[in-house]
């Protein structure tokens, strides 16, 4: 899987916005782009994903540039059980997809 | 509700004392794997199976074996543990690998202790 880039660490307020970046610039034209998090002491759970388009679910929003260079996941009022490790993971369209890669992800602190 | 369980989740043992950890589905999910997470080396794959009677290895497969007889179960098997696989397990599924937009549903984990 293609090299994605996160900071180490945000901090936001609660009830407030949370914009959480990625970089992918090496994305192919065929890779996903996946959102997990996890919260302490639990497994990785599935946020959202996108291929070109931003999507929307009840969790969160994914912005994704129009290069697909880069992609920003939105919380849109971020609360304490918010807080978690958010992985960037790109994925790749094949039967050879065999495995999420996590980076080391962006530590979120929700400050109340 | 939909769930990947895992057991135990606690496990401690001594060198060389054969285990196993159980995983199963309720979602009728062909693909399954198992990961290990260490501090500071992130989440990495052990190994994972496409569906039933295939199974392949992941990125750190030694050490490890598994199985998949049925489709709903995964174990992991550990003939000979040693301390360096003290770590914490994932197991995985999700409905088909060859999907890239499929999502993976994790278990809750467990954590293993090799002393």
């Known amino acids: 899987d293609a090299k994605t880039t996160q900071p180490n660490s945000m901090e936001s307020n609660e009830e407030e916005p949370v914009h959480l970046p990625c970089n992918h610039s090496t994305i192919s034209g065929t890779d996903y782009i996946h959102w997990y998090r996890q919260l302490p002491s639990q497994g990785p759970e599935y946020v959202i994903h996108g291929l070109t388009s931003n999507v929307n679910n009840r969790m969160a929003s994914l912005a994704i540039a129009e290069d697909r260079k880069s992609s920003t996941l939105i919380l849109h009022r971020a609360t304490l059980r918010d807080a978690a490790v958010y992985y960037c993971?790109?994925?790749?369209?094949?039967?050879?997809?065999?495995?999420?890669?996590f980076g080391s992800g962006t530590q979120l602190t929700v400050l109340p | 509700e939909a769930q990947v369980t895992q057991n135990p989740r606690y496990l401690i043992t001594v060198t060389g004392k054969k285990l196993t950890v159980t995983c199963s589905q309720n979602?009728?999910?062909?693909?399954m794997s198992w990961y290990r997470q260490d501090p500071g080396l992130g989440l990495r794959q052990i190994y994972y199976s496409m569906n039933v009677e295939v199974t392949d290895k992941g990125d750190v497969p030694e050490g490890y074996k598994v199985s998949r007889k049925e489709k709903r179960n995964f174990p992991l098997i550990l003939e000979s543990p040693s301390p360096n696989q003290t770590s914490l397990y994932f197991c995985a599924s999700s409905l088909s690998q060859g999907l890239a937009g499929a999502e993976q549903y994790f278990g809750p984990g467990t954590r293993l202790t090799v002393t």
């Open positions: 993971i790109l994925r790749v369209l094949s039967g050879s997809a065999r495995q999420l890669t």
């Open positions: 979602m009728n999910h062909e693909y």
